[in-house]
Each structure stands twice: as structure tokens, then as C-alpha cells.
């Protein structure tokens, strides 16, 4: 079936913001690679960009990780790792409340113009982190302030706050069929 091409396109009038609030959830793969993309963009721009991880301790040396740090970008992985692999659980909770606490000083302080929440939907959903806490620190981030979430599952109140939301729909993915993640393409 051949489609023809719009010619016309109806839009809601354009206006300017200060800053954005932008979402990456669902199933799918690319909720992370889609933010490192933003990244780029914003690097490119020259602003200040600050990435902090969730889930991914320090011992993982992801590519992603390797290039934002040439290119100047604040970077902290300050997860515990998989909780599959945690020894303690309680241990786990209470890193990720501190990289909670890291990532509420980086937004107040006002200095980067992007910051991104890797993977913070995980520990939010866990009750690790309350949800209300996360949606009043971006509610009432400086004016320049860009945060951008990823992770599945994001609760409907970051949701409602986000002026933008993309749904990664896993149609097939390799580790389904029994395939191990590959460097260079997944991490």
C-alpha cells in the first residue's frame, strides 16, 4: 500500500519554555540510548549536562559512560547493579536514596542544563524513593533546568508532569531468544 505524502499539518501554536521535562519508559529497549541522544544534542549546544545512574554501580564501564566523559559531561553511576545480583536489598535501598539525594542537589543547584535520571523509574516503583519527592524536585527545578527520566514503569504523576512521554514498545528483542548482550550495541 503506497501512502501520499502530507501537504498540510495541523498544529496547536507554537510558544517557547524555559526547560523541558521528558520521559522514557516501557518495555522496549532504547530508553537510555534515546537519552544519551539528547545528551549529544545538548553537549553540542554547549550546555552543562549532568547524567546520574540509578541501577549501574561504578565497576560497569559502559561505552555510553566513556564518551560522555570526553565530552565533559558530569557523569555518576551510582546504582548497586542488578537487584537480582544484591546481595542485600536493604544495602541496595539505601544507595539509591543517595544517588536520590546526589541528583535533588544537582537539580536545585541550577548549574547543568540537562540532567539526566537513568533508570530512577526502578526505585521509585520499589518505594525506595517516593514519588512525590522526585515530581516536587522537577516541578520546582530552576527555570534553565531540562530532566529527563528513563526506566520502566514510570509512575502516572511523573507522567502527568512530563511534557514529553515516549513508550519504548519491545516489538522482538535478542535476549528473548537466549542471545547475550552485545558490547557495541547494548552497553
Not at 521535562?21 to 550546555?47: E, P, Q, Y
Not at 544495602?91 to 537539580?107: F, G, Y
Amino acid at each position: 500500500m503506497t501512502e501520499v505524502p502530507p501537504t498540510e499539518i495541523e498544529r496547536t501554536p507554537l510558544r517557547t519554555v524555559p526547560s523541558l521535562v521528558l520521559v522514557n519508559t516501557g518495555d522496549g529497549k532504547g530508553k537510555t540510548s534515546a537519552a544519551i541522544g539528547v545528551m549529544i544534542r545538548a553537549v553540542a549546544l554547549g550546555w552543562k549536562v549532568a547524567v546520574v545512574q540509578f541501577l549501574k554501580s561504578g565497576d560497569w564501564h559502559s561505552g555510553e559512560e566513556e564518551v560522555a566523559r570526553r565530552l565533559g559531561v558530569d557523569w555518576w553511576s551510582l546504582g548497586d547493579g542488578f537487584t537480582w545480583d544484591s546481595d542485600d536489598l536493604d544495602e541496595s535501598e539505601a544507595v539509591a536514596r543517595e544517588a536520590w539525594k546526589h541528583s535533588q542537589q544537582l537539580i536545585r543547584a541550577g548549574q547543568h542544563r540537562l540532567v539526566i535520571l537513568d533508570e530512577i523509574t526502578y526505585p521509585v516503583t520499589w518505594g525506595w524513593i517516593e514519588v512525590s519527592e522526585v515530581v516536587d524536585s522537577v516541578a520546582h527545578r530552576p527555570p534553565k533546568v531540562n530532566v529527563m527520566v528513563t526506566g520502566r514503569d514510570c509512575p502516572n504523576e511523573l507522567i502527568d508532569l512530563a511534557d514529553t512521554v515516549t513508550e519504548m514498545v519491545s516489538v522482538k528483542h535478542a535476549f528473548d531468544e537466549g542471545i547475550a548482550a552485545k558490547k557495541g550495541i547494548d552497553y
